[in-house]
């Protein structure tokens, strides 16, 4: 069965519409067809994506920073990274911690993806690691307690796309006729939460990261000391307003960025993602957790950037990944000695 089909039948299956929401988890992570399952390897400057892990030392370096400070202040033993890919930014962040942390330290690596935990396990920078499927599993391994990271995590999450009419929220549905999607708007979805400060334009779209959000909660009650880094492109709620009025979603085709009705074509082939919104990230973990704090890559890095190297200039660029990128971090509530 093509992709075309199979997601014909599946937008059949659901009344004739589907959630945008929907179809980005299709079109990311479906078995046979998803973007994710067909170019699992294809990282770096010759294949679909290239992330910061690849082209800059800074990156590694500063997590470990943050790593050790952190284990300094929390007496936390665990480190776990989260969707490590093909494990490059994990064996640098590893080789970057002083030598007496790693004897003491145990190392986490989580994915689904079984093919890639293989690759990961290859990797001999990475032999002492221990690798899991779920996040629930490593904090489990951790005995709840563990310093936690990741880096372009939660845009591969599938986002609801919304826009406030003047009246009511409307949410983004598609039908496909004939082999072609069109969009179309419904008023029967109430948004996720109470989020008046939010308010966009009038009919400006923005992007809600619900499935980030579900996933975060369901195991963040289980992780009861330690600290968090996230990394990813994305914004906070006071930026909405300055966005596109057409939001933020895009995709990506061979290093070209696709929008509009081109992102319902090439389906698989293309790297559909948004700019996270923090803000809803930091408002949804808010009973489990304290001390956020939110700065730009450019700041997280500009200690380690190494002027003569041209990835850490890219990644600390004010123009570029520099400022579009957020660097989050806050520690569970319930350990206070965090500074």
Known sequence: MNVSIALSSLIAEQG????????????????????YARRISAIG????????????????????????EAIR???????????PG??????????????????RTTFHLVDSSAPLRDLQQEN?????????????SALAAAKEQSL????????????????????????LFLRMIDGVISEEWHEDSAFPWNSSHRFPEKNQRIEVPSAAIQWIKSWLPAWNKGAMLHIDYGHQAADVARLSQFGTTRGYLLHQRVTGAALYQNIGRTDITYDVNFSDLIDAVAPFTSEHSIITQQEFLLPYADERNRGDQQAIDPHGAGTAFL?????????????
């Open 16 to 35: 004739g519409r589907i959630s945008f929401e929907r179809f980005m988890q299709f079109a990311l992570h479906d078995p046979q067809h998803g973007y």
């Open 45 to 68: 400057t010759k294949g679909d994506f290239t992330t910061t892990a690849e082209i800059s030392p800074a990156l590694p370096m500063a997590i470990a920073a943050w790593a050790v």
């Open 73 to 83: 202040k929390t007496g936390v033993r665990h480190i776990i990274e989260i969707g």
């Open 86 to 103: 093909n494990g490059t930014l994990a064996a640098a962040v590893w080789k970057n911690l002083p030598m007496l942390t790693r004897w």
């Open 124 to 136: 001999p920078a990475l032999k002492r690691a221990k690798f899991h499927a779920d996040i629930s």
């Open 148 to 171: 936690i990271y990741s880096n372009e995590l939660f845009d591969a999450f599938p986002a609801r796309v919304m826009r406030h009419n003047g009246n009511a929220w409307e949410e």
């Open 327 to 339: 660097v989050w971090t806050c520690t569970a509530k319930e350990d206070l000695k965090i500074a």
